[in-house]
């Protein structure tokens, strides 16, 4: 939810590069910052692709949790 209450916030709000594969992969990328440029670096090919990601062959979806059907 978005602080001040307005609609839900995307889970890559603030996350470099939003369209990127990389946010919504199962292998949980690194984020290294620096003071002007900021990588992200995939566990799975040991390396940091160029940014935004749109293809990559490695990709392997997050699983999204599912609802809880007790908590409706």
Do not use: N, W
Request: hydrophobic content about 30%; aromatic content about 6%; glycine content about 4%.
């Amino acid at each position: 939810m978005d602080p001040e209450g307005g609609a839900p916030r995307d889970e890559t709000d603030g996350l470099p590069f939003p369209d990127s594969l990389c946010h919504r992969c199962a292998a949980p990328p690194q984020y290294i910052r620096t003071a002007r440029s900021t990588f992200i670096r995939c566990p799975i090919l040991k390396r940091y692709p160029p940014q935004p990601v749109v293809q990559c062959e490695a990709f392997v979806p997050a699983a999204v949790p599912e609802a809880d059907p007790s908590s409706s």
